[in-house]
Every structure is written in C-alpha cells, then in structure tokens.
C-alpha cells in the first residue's frame, strides 16, 4: 500500500455528515446523538436518507451510495459518520466512485458492517479510516472523550496485559480490520492488497464458534493471514452455541490457525460489540511490542 493520506483534524465548529449505509436506524437515537456531539463544539447534518427504510435495509443501495457520494463532494463536510450497522454495507461497493473521493481526504467513521466501506475507502484510496462507534449510539458511548481527541489529532493508546499476549514479538504496519465476518470477504474483493504487510484486528458478536473457526480457516487458506504482520483480537460477545458443544475455546482456534505465524498476537483488547469500544484508525501506521503494556497511533493530521 501507499503512504496513508490522514485527513486533517476536527476543530469546533466543523460540520459532520451523518449517513445510514447498513441496516436502518431510530430517529429518536439519532436525535439524541446529535445534539450529544454538538455539545463537544461540532455541526451535524443529518443526510435525508438516514432514515429511509426498505425492509430490514437504510434504504436502496443506490439512495446509500448517493448519500455517501454526495457528502464527501460537499466542501462544507468536514467527516462522515454511519449511522449504524446491521447488514448490506458490502453492496456499496460496487456502487462508489472511489476516484471521485480520493483527492478529498475526510474522515468516515463506524465499525461493524461498516467494516466494508472503512476497508473499502483505505484500499481504493488510501485514506486513513475510524473504526469506531456508529453514530446512534454515540449519545451513550461511554469514552466519546476519547474518540473527540483522536478526531482532533491527539494520539491515543490501546493497552493491554501482558496474559493477553498470545505469541510475542514486534512488528510495525498499517491497521487492517474490524468485524471478522464482514472482513473475510474483503482480501478478495478489495484492489491493492491492502492487507499485505499489514496489522489485523478482529471483533465480532454473535456468530457460533464454529463459524468463527470457518472464517479464519478461510482467511488462512486465501493466505490473508500469512502476509500480515501482527494480529490484534478484541472482543467476541454474545457467542452463541445452538448445536453439540463445539469444545474448542476462541483462543484455541485463533492459536490453531496462527500457530506457523511468527508474529506477536494479542487477545482481549478493548474493541468490539460489547461495553468498550476503544477507536483504531484503519490504515495508520503503528508499533507493536508486547515486551510494552500499550502502542501509540494518530488518525489526523493538524
């Protein structure tokens, strides 16, 4: 990949873009999260086509792909943020011009099926990307402080203990990731090899453990997972178990997978579905060392 391109920092009175690319959204909880973000100093323009509805989807793709094409042109849109996750993110894209956005470095915020068009926008574009919370729920995210400063240009850290550490080691690259069952699918679909000599971090919720061991399996047979240079685990919340037992633990399958890599890995941080969500900026470049308790990344550029 490239030299990532890092959108220029937020400042009070900056105007932020508010989309639904996934499934569709509550107009209460967006309400609510617009007029939380506007007390940190901010402006929110809430796009039409957040609330539209078509079945379980945010709307049509293309009304989804308009919406976001038509923010990012837009001079007065400092950043874009998803509405929410669900489901159908990966249609779009097909559907964006990804040339037209290159030239006009902003920050795109969300994370769960937003895993496709934050992954989507680096690979085509370069551009560093916000794994973060989706914009109806900022309104209770517990650390938004955190999120503000990483969208102002602070660097911020990711932490961990050092009995999470599963294999140890260094490594430096660029952050790669998100949601493991949206992600899967992206090393085949998306140009550049994005991935390649890359970070990788994976959360997901609610899929068995069966299905995790698959997509992983899968990552590895593509051979995504052995061009990475280190790999990140949040959290795996709400795993269901609807058949035989499977036996296998979440640590035993990723060491199973993993175990030809010499690449430090690391368990249990604080990313994912569950209470904490801590921002990784898709396609900065960072450090790890598990000799270290933390490791240092920016999203912005001042």
């Not at 976001?68 to 779009?92: E, K, P, S, T, V």
């Not at 068995?208 to 990140?232: P, W, Y």
Request: proline letters at 5%.
């Amino acid at each position: 990949m490239p030299t990532p391109t890092y959108p220029k920092a937020l400042k009070k009175g900056d105007k932020i873009g508010v989309f639904a690319p996934s499934s569709y959204v509550l107009k209460e909880e967006i309400e609510k999260s617009k007029k939380h973000l506007e007390e940190f100093g901010f402006e929110v323009f809430i796009h039409p086509q957040t609330y539209e509805r078509l079945n379980q989807s945010a709307g049509t793709h293309l009304q989804k792909a308009l919406a976001f094409q038509g923010l990012w042109q837009r001079d007065d849109i400092h950043a874009i943020w998803a509405a929410g996750g669900g489901n159908r993110a990966l249609h779009l894209l097909d559907m964006i011009n990804f040339e037209k956005i290159k030239d006009k470095a902003k920050t795109l915020i969300g994370f769960s099926d937003v895993t496709a068009l934050l992954n989507a926008v680096y690979a085509h574009t370069s551009i560093v990307t916000i794994h973060g919370p989706v914009f109806k729920n900022l309104h209770k995210h517990k650390e938004i402080k955190e999120l503000i400063n990483l969208l102002q240009g602070k660097t911020s850290s990711l932490t961990f203990e050092k009995s999470d550490v599963l294999k140890t080691g260094k490594a430096s690259g660029h952050l790669i990731g998100g949601n493991l069952s949206v992600f899967q699918y992206l090393p085949q679909t998306l140009p550049n090899e994005f991935w390649k000599d890359g970070i990788l971090f994976l959360e997901d919720c609610n899929e068995e453990l069966s299905r995790l061991d698959r997509m992983l399996l899968h990552l590895k047979r593509t051979g995504t997972l052995n061009q990475i240079k280190g790999l990140l685990v949040g959290e795996f919340t709400n795993i269901p178990e609807t058949g035989t037992p499977f036996g296998f633990t979440l640590s035993d399958i990723i060491e199973e997978h993993t175990e030809d890599l010499d690449i430090p890995i690391i368990k249990n941080l604080p990313f994912g579905h569950g209470d904490k969500l801590r921002p990784l900026p898709i396609g900065a470049q960072v450090m790890i060392d598990t000799n270290k308790s933390a490791f240092d990344f920016k999203s912005n550029q001042i």
